[in-house]
């Protein structure tokens, strides 16, 4: 089923759980897995290789890796996130194809994130992408963070950004997430940011990655997808809060994402139901765990339902 | 203060407390539209003169009305709910010079809610209108309930709305609300509407009525407002749940709203800071209320502090 439409790619498995104190077992986000796939996502980030002391979450990330990747059906497009060199080595080795490098836009927040300046968090990317002379078939994608502010620094100038594009540009990078780390950007904003990124690299595909903090995720998402952006993020359940803003809003439901566009008449692929069975298996085996998820609490409009009717069955047959 | 920009009409007083079940003290009521009026809202709807069977909550509509039109500043338009004539006479005894009468562009729906076909709706709403002979200065708003879809019907074709707007324009009617009463609709159907409507009846003053049940509150918003209808409805603490969906989010916030379009550089005149302090005031009253406002949740991104200083105190200079 070619999708014409618009692509969710699912970060629960990431940026939902990297928020969570409690270690989620390596068989839960297995089924995880297999649940987001049997849902018709194209697009998943399943882990993070990142270090277990700074994050525990992901100290099974290999696990998940070799687990996953034999599963995953021809067509679904999946990554893992890798904040460094020794991330990536890790990833390549565990059999991951798809590395999303991330790093910030803000020179303070790169420092506080990664410790790294920006400069050297770009010379730290070359070396990354070195290691395609091993692993030709290698991708890596380069996720920006804080592009629409900054909790340290404030605005940060499109500008700026298109630097960055640039510099990413020249290094090979035709793959590129623009992100709202903290849910501070609006329509405007990411409209303009869009435009420019899309038309002055038009051979670079961009993905954006909203969060919900403030109400804006679906106003940014058709934004986003208006100005020619095509590939969204979004993460079931909404899981994945902000560290700056305790009981807010985290990344925009992968749900409420599929809704919208499918009531708008954009296809996604995606059967909602399967995505809220995916939210329900969660909640059995984390109860109370603090979604936002609008279509989780007010369900599909009944006469809507032709729009959950992608069939998961369809992306098996 | 000229606003140039949106204009939020809050529906807190209204359509927020008709959902709640324990009566909301007088003096609370009073006190709340102190507050609302001091964050700077030119537009705020206070109550509903309905029958106090159906809606206890409103049963001192009129102590509120003669308590609130004295207070309320020039500039400042206020409005009471009206469901029909015996409404509308008691709102007009009371002094409340602009009217909202509400009726469904759903016929099941205007049945279920009102108890009167559609037809019958729009005979008691002559009969409204011809109490202007006795009030020559009422104002009497239409809005039209279930335009982006209704629980028994399911969508509405825009000719239909249409149809209803050609009817009231016909009786004199020069504002008029479209309301997207479940939660039901979503960016390119806000954008349909809203578009046919000021194209059609240019020197109709149409407003939205939004909730964000599905999460689309932002998204439809932006719409509404970009198709060329500005005057956007809100509640303070996005109270006012559905009916249809319990635990789901009720109207689109004020403080959302305002924060939004503040973000994008179009102006509200109206300072969020006084909001959030209308949403502790109340929640002080109601501990556990069920509010739903992710800026209430997130707060105001410090670098955009800005935006929450329209003044209060230059309302009242």
């Not at 679906?218 to 979004?234: C, K, P, Q, W, Y």
């Amino acid at each position: 089923m070619e999708n014409t439409g618009v692509v969710i790619r699912d970060v629960m498995m990431r940026d939902g759980l990297q928020n969570l104190k409690d270690f989620i077992a390596t068989e839960v986000k297995i089924e995880l897995f297999r649940m987001l796939v049997a849902s018709g996502l194209q697009r998943i980030e399943f882990t993070s290789f990142v270090s277990p002391k700074a994050v525990p979450q992901f100290a099974d990330a290999s696990q998940v890796a070799q687990a996953v990747l034999p599963i995953t059906p021809i067509g679904v497009e999946v990554s893992a996130l890798i904040p460094n060199l020794k991330g990536a080595q890790f990833a390549l080795d565990n059999g991951v194809r798809r590395l999303a490098f991330v790093m910030s836009v803000s020179e303070s927040h790169n420092i506080n994130n990664v410790r790294r300046s920006t400069a050297e968090s770009i010379d730290e990317l070359k070396r990354i992408l070195a290691l395609k002379e091993k692993h030709p078939d290698m991708i890596v994608d380069v996720g920006m963070a804080t592009v629409f502010g900054c909790p340290f620094e404030g605005k940060i100038s499109p500008k700026v950004v298109l630097q960055f594009v640039q510099q990413f540009y020249e290094l090979g990078i035709r793959s590129m997430a623009v992100a709202d780390t903290v849910g501070f950007g609006n329509p405007k904003e990411i409209r303009e940011v869009s435009r420019l990124c899309v038309s002055e690299f038009p051979d670079v595909v961009f993905s954006v990655h909203l969060h919900n903090t403030r109400g804006l995720g679906s106003a940014n998402a058709v934004a986003a997808f208006e100005s020619g952006v095509h590939i969204l993020d979004g993460a079931v359940g909404g899981l994945g809060g902000c560290p700056f803003a305790p009981g807010a809003r985290g990344n925009t439901a992968t749900e409420d994402l599929v809704f919208m566009f499918e009531a708008m008449g954009i296809t996604t692929g995606v059967n909602i139901d399967a995505l809220l069975e995916v939210a329900h298996y969660f909640q059995s085996v984390k109860p109370g765990i603090d979604f936002s998820s609008n279509i989780l609490e007010a369900g599909v409009p009944k006469y809507l339902g032709a729009i959950t009717q992608n069939s998961k069955e369809q992306k098996w047959g």
